[in-house]
C-alpha cells in the first residue's frame, strides 16, 4: 500500500501569496495518478487536480498541479480568500487501494 | 448535472450493521462510471470504502473487505453501502462519490463530484 504523507501540516499565508503544498508517496506513483481536493468545514472534498497537472471543470487556473513518481506540489499562485482550506492528495495509480493523504490546512496569517 | 445524496440512520448500536443508501440525480448509473464510497472520521482524514460499477462489480478496501457490502439498484438510480459489527472507530461522516476509474482491476481512480456526506454515530 502507497502511504502518502503531506507537508505542511499547515501552512499560514496572506491573500494574495503563492501557496505550495507537497504530497509525496512512500513508492512511485504509476502514471501519475495523483489527485488533489479541496475541503472546507461542513464541506465535502471538491476536485481540483487529476492525473497530477490536469485540472477539473470550473477549477480556476490560479491552481496548478505537478509531479512525477514520490513528489508532487499543489501551487495556487495568488490565494484568495475563498482558498483557505484543507487540501488532500490521492493516489489512484497502485492497488490494492486509492489511498489519501493526510491533509493540509491552508489558513489565513 | 450530476448529484448525490446520502441518506441513513444518524445512530448505530456498536456490533450492528450500518446501512447507508446514495440517491444519484441528473444521470443514470447504468450509463457509465463507478461509484464510490469513502468515510472520514471527525477531524481527521479521508478513507475509500470501496466502489461499484453498475454490472455489480465490488472492489473493497482490504483493510474493511470483511465487513462491508455495496450494492446498485439501477431501477432506483441508487447504490448502498452496509458495514457490519461496528464500533466507534466506524464513526464516522459518510460520503458517497462518482468515480472515474483509470485501474480497472482494483477499481482506482479519482472521485468527482461527492455527496455532501451523512454523519453516523456509533454508540449504545
Known amino acids: 500500500e502507497i502511504v502518502l504523507t503531506q507537508s505542511p501540516g499547515t501552512l499560514s499565508l496572506s491573500p494574495g501569496e503563492r501557496a505550495t503544498l507537497s504530497c509525496r508517496a512512500s513508492?512511485?506513483?504509476?502514471?501519475?495518478?495523483l489527485a488533489w481536493y479541496q475541503q472546507k468545514p461542513g464541506q465535502a472534498p471538491r476536485l481540483l487536480i487529476y492525473?497530477?497537472?490536469s485540472r477539473a471543470t470550473g477549477i480556476p487556473d490560479r491552481f496548478s498541479g505537478s509531479g512525477s513518481g514520490t513528489d508532487f506540489t499543489l501551487t495556487i499562485s495568488r490565494l484568495e480568500p475563498e482558498d483557505f482550506a484543507v487540501y488532500y492528495c490521492?493516489?489512484?495509480?497502485?492497488?490494492?487501494?486509492?489511498?489519501f493523504g493526510q491533509g493540509t490546512k491552508l489558513e489565513i496569517k | 448535472q450530476v448529484q448525490l445524496q446520502e441518506s441513513g440512520p444518524g445512530l448505530v448500536k456498536p456490533s450492528e450493521t450500518l446501512s447507508l443508501t446514495c440517491a444519484v440525480s441528473?444521470?443514470?448509473?447504468?450509463?457509465?462510471?463507478?461509484w464510490g464510497w469513502i468515510r472520514q472520521p471527525p477531524g481527521k482524514g479521508l478513507e475509500w470504502i470501496g466502489s461499484?460499477?453498475?454490472?455489480?462489480?465490488?472492489y473493497y478496501n482490504p483493510s474493511l473487505k470483511s465487513r462491508v457490502t455495496i450494492s446498485v439498484d439501477t431501477s432506483k438510480n441508487q447504490f448502498s453501502l452496509k458495514l457490519s459489527s461496528v464500533t466507534a472507530a466506524d464513526t464516522a461522516v459518510y460520503y458517497c462519490?462518482?468515480?472515474?476509474?483509470?485501474?480497472?482491476?482494483?477499481?482506482?481512480?479519482?472521485?468527482?463530484?461527492w455527496g455532501q456526506g451523512t454523519l453516523v454515530t456509533v454508540s449504545s
Open positions: 441528473g444521470y443514470s448509473i447504468s450509463s457509465g462510471y463507478y
Open positions: 461499484i460499477y453498475h454490472s455489480g462489480s465490488t
Open positions: 513508492q512511485s506513483v504509476s502514471s501519475s495518478y
Open positions: 490521492q493516489q489512484y495509480g497502485s492497488s490494492p487501494q486509492n489511498t
Open positions: 492525473g497530477a497537472s
Open positions: 462519490a462518482r468515480s472515474v476509474i483509470v485501474v480497472v482491476v482494483a477499481a482506482l481512480g479519482w472521485f468527482d463530484p
